[in-house]
T-cell receptor, first 110, second 116 residues
Framework: GENVEQHPSTLSVQEGDSAVIKCTYS??????FPWYKQELGKRPQLIID?????GEKKDQRIAVTLNKTAKHFSLHITETQPEDSAVYFC?????????FGTGTRLTIIP | SAVISQKPSRDICQRGTSLTIQCQVD?????MFWYRQQPGQSLTLIAT?????????ESGFVIDKFPISRPNLTFSTLTVSNMSPEDSSIYLC?????????????FGPGTRLLVL
C-alpha cells in the first residue's frame, strides 16, 4: 500500500520567516495530495490541496508544489504568523483513500 | 462545505465494554470514512463506510472489533467493541460532499475516547 513520509517532525521559525514541510510518497498511482492543519484539540482542517496534473498551487501565504517524477510534494508558508502554529499533515490519495504523513509540529516564535 | 457532527464528543469507558460513535452530516455525501488518531500520532484509516452494504476495512482493522453502519447518505456509526486501554484514541469521521470536488475530505470534530 501507499507510504507517506513527512519531514521535519518539528519546525520552529521566527515570525515573518518562511516554513517548508516536505513529504514523499511511494505509490505512483497517487493522484491527489491534500494538506491539513490541526490545532490542539481540534479537527484536521484542509488548508490546500493539489492534483497530480498540476505542479504548483498557491493560496495567499500558502503554496504547495508537486514533483511527480520524484514522488515528493512540499508545503510552503510565507510571512508566518503566530496563528500558523499547529501540527500539519500531508496526505496522498489512491482510489479516494487517504494515507497521512506522520505530521510536523510547527511553532512560530514571536 | 457540509456541517459534520459527532456524538459523543468524548467518553470514558471501562475495558471490555463497547461504545458506538455517531457521525451526522447536514447534507447528502458521496463517501464517509472512519479514522483513528492515537495520542500524539497521525491519522489512520479504519474503513470506508458504504451506504447500504458492509464497510470496507483497511489492513489491521476487522469488522468484529469495529462494526460500522451507514443506513443512508447522511449518517454512519462506528462501534468500538470489547475495548482495551489500547483503544484510547480520537475517532474521526470524514466525508466527501456531493458539492465538493472528488476526493476532498472534510473531518468531523472527533470523539475522544479513554478506556480504563
Amino acid at each position: 500500500g501507499e507510504n507517506v513520509e513527512q519531514h521535519p517532525s518539528t519546525l520552529s521559525v521566527q515570525e515573518g520567516d518562511s516554513a517548508v514541510i516536505k513529504c514523499t510518497y511511494s505509490d505512483s498511482a497517487s493522484n491527489y495530495f491534500p494538506w491539513y492543519k490541526q490545532e490542539l484539540g481540534k479537527r484536521p482542517q484542509l488548508i490546500i490541496d493539489i492534483r497530480s496534473n498540476v505542479g504548483e498551487k498557491k493560496d495567499q501565504r500558502i503554496a504547495v508544489t508537486l514533483n511527480k517524477t520524484a514522488k515528493h510534494f512540499s508545503l510552503h508558508i510565507t510571512e508566518t504568523q503566530p496563528e500558523d502554529s499547529a501540527v500539519y499533515f500531508c496526505a496522498a490519495s489512491v482510489n479516494e483513500k487517504l494515507t497521512f504523513g506522520t505530521g510536523t509540529r510547527l511553532t512560530i516564535i514571536p | 462545505s457540509a456541517v459534520i457532527s459527532q456524538k459523543p464528543s468524548r467518553d470514558i469507558c471501562q475495558r471490555g465494554t463497547s461504545l458506538t460513535i455517531q457521525c451526522q452530516v447536514d447534507s447528502q455525501v458521496t463517501m464517509m470514512f472512519w479514522y483513528r488518531q492515537q495520542p500524539g500520532q497521525s491519522l489512520t484509516l479504519i474503513a470506508t463506510a458504504n451506504q447500504g452494504s458492509e464497510a470496507t476495512y483497511e489492513s489491521g482493522f476487522v469488522i468484529d472489533k469495529f462494526p460500522i453502519s451507514r443506513p443512508n447518505l447522511t449518517f454512519s456509526t462506528l462501534t468500538v467493541s470489547n475495548m482495551s486501554p489500547e483503544d484510547s484514541s480520537i475517532y474521526l469521521c470524514s466525508v466527501v460532499g456531493r458539492s465538493t470536488t472528488r476526493e476532498t475530505q472534510y473531518f468531523g470534530p472527533g470523539t475522544r475516547l479513554l478506556v480504563l
